[in-house]
């Protein structure tokens, strides 16, 4: 018999990391600094380094939330704006060597790491390039001042799996005394090609984030909030790294030049760090469910921060709502319908890619149309009626993405096809809520795709409580 081969990669795809990355879906950053116990989001850089003094500080809380909240990773605000370093730098005397906690012998995060890897969790850092403390900020000396504690972090705390930048990129600040404003030039000043070859060398398998960086992009908001239209793929010539321009970030480009997925950040807190009056204002279930759809239902992956309170602990309320919120979706994705159903194509490349993997619940099998083939109808056919609300597919991205519209339909007892929902791009994942509808055949239409589409799962799920959280 004569073996069918796949379809050939259609434009940008991902790199091994970046796969495994996207496979993650969902996981928490952690911000902990002067900050917490100064009340401050953004700290000048003047802080004494004594105040900081959590009195429970357990890493372990910290991850068993993050657990329990179906996280598969945490990200350490390692070194914020303020200049204050989570760890004993051998660079700086602006960090926990002068804090009152454990007399200035801890470090939070060997902490953090050792936690991490007792809990089988993934550990990422975070590193400011903006520094408002440090008085060679804004000259080229500091480059290599930030490169040097980056190296620490990348090569003394075990496997990273995401390293982490942003786009602040000077201002006014303490800056060792100087008390002024410093403006720096973010297309060259911190040399990204060179400083982000120090992790590709250290920790090969970390991924890049940095706006428009080396392996993820941000967003464009903090809201959680992906695009309706999410291209993992990102043209980047002439777009320098570090520094977003906001209007495509959340879009992305179709047929890009580069496999540059968004990742979607926002806090479980109206703030970044603990301020203890926002405990009433923590997100509630609602707005997490809203968010999720809103984020890895779109394609992106969620980055939901839990600031540790002054205690250094996740405040008890914030872990109750993260517990609420998992137990929601492991309810809403416990039965997938689809797999109760039969299914069949318009159009089948061959039989190594029928219509039947797509509810065979293996991530590495698929199907796909014969080239040229670029729109095509799936059907799912029930013994009998069933009532769904949700709906869910995923492209097989290792070939790149190529849908842009499609179209879900249901059959009335009539035989006439009614439809239900629609949206353009479906990437990695693409999830999709609506008023209960009750059918006994249901068919996906994808209208038109770059190429011949290429899907790994198609999933009907029933969640009676969705509608009552709106």
């Known amino acids: 018999m004569k073996i069918i081969p796949p379809p050939s990669p259609w434009g940008a795809i991902p790199s091994p990391r970046q796969l495994a990355w996207h496979r993650l879906e969902m996981y928490g950053f952690i911000h902990f600094t002067t900050n917490t116990f100064t009340d401050l989001e953004w700290g000048y850089g003047d802080e004494s380094p004594s105040v900081f003094n959590p009195t429970q500080l357990d890493t372990r809380q910290w991850v068993r939330v993050a657990k329990d909240g179906g996280f598969k990773g945490l990200i350490l605000t390692c070194k914020h704006h303020d200049g204050y370093c989570l760890w004993p730098s051998r660079y700086t005397e602006h960090s926990v060597k002068h804090s009152l906690w454990k007399n200035g012998q801890g470090d939070v995060v060997r902490e953090l790491a050792d936690a991490c890897q007792e809990f089988d969790l993934k550990m990422g850092v975070y590193l400011s390039p903006w520094d408002r403390n440090h008085s060679l900020y804004g000259q080229a000396e500091y480059v290599q001042y930030y490169r040097n504690q980056l190296h620490e972090l990348l090569a003394n705390y075990g496997p990273l799996f995401e390293v982490w930048h942003d786009s602040a990129n000077g201002g006014d600040g303490w800056y060792g005394g100087a008390c002024e404003q410093r403006k720096i030039d973010p297309s060259t ?62 879009t992305g480009h179709e047929g890009g030049s580069d496999w540059l997925p968004p990742e979607t950040d926002v806090s479980i807190r109206p703030g970044w760090f603990y301020h203890a009056h926002q405990d009433e204002a923590v997100k509630s279930l609602s707005q997490l469910v809203d968010i999720y759809f809103q984020s890895v239902g779109r394609g992106t992956s969620l980055l939901l921060n839990l600031p540790p309170d002054r205690r250094g602990l996740i405040h008890e309320i914030d872990a109750d709502h993260l517990r609420e919120f998992h137990s929601f979706l492991e309810r809403t994705f416990q039965h997938d319908l689809a797999r109760n159903g039969s ?128």
């Open 189 to 250: 000043y911190y040399g990204w090609p060179e400083t982000w070859a120090l992790v590709r060398r250290l920790q090969p398998d970390a991924v890049i984030f940095s706006d428009t960086g080396a392996d993820i992009r941000w967003v464009g908001n903090e809201s959680g909030v992906g695009s309706e239209t999410t291209w993992c793929t990102f043209n980047t010539a002439g777009r320098y790294p570090g520094y977003p321009e906001i209007s495509d970030m959340g």
């Open 343 to 470: 299914i069949s194509a318009s159009n089948t490349r061959g039989p190594e890619f029928a219509a039947g993997f797509l509810v065979d619940e293996n991530p590495e099998t698929c199907w796909a149309t014969e080239d040229g083939v670029t729109n095509a109808q799936l059907v799912l056919e029930f013994p009998q009626a069933l009532t769904f609300n949700i709906f869910k597919a995923q492209e097989y991205i290792a070939l790149g993405q190529r849908v842009r519209a499609w179209r879900l339909d249901a059959q009335a007892p009539d035989g006439k096809w009614l439809p239900v929902t629609k949206g353009t791009t479906i990437g990695y994942k693409r999830l999709a809520r609506f008023t209960p509808v009750t059918a006994q055949r249901v068919r996906l239409c994808l209208e038109n795709s770059a190429a011949c589409p290429v899907l790994t799962s198609l999933s009907l799920f029933y969640n009676p409580d969705l509608q009552e959280l709106k």
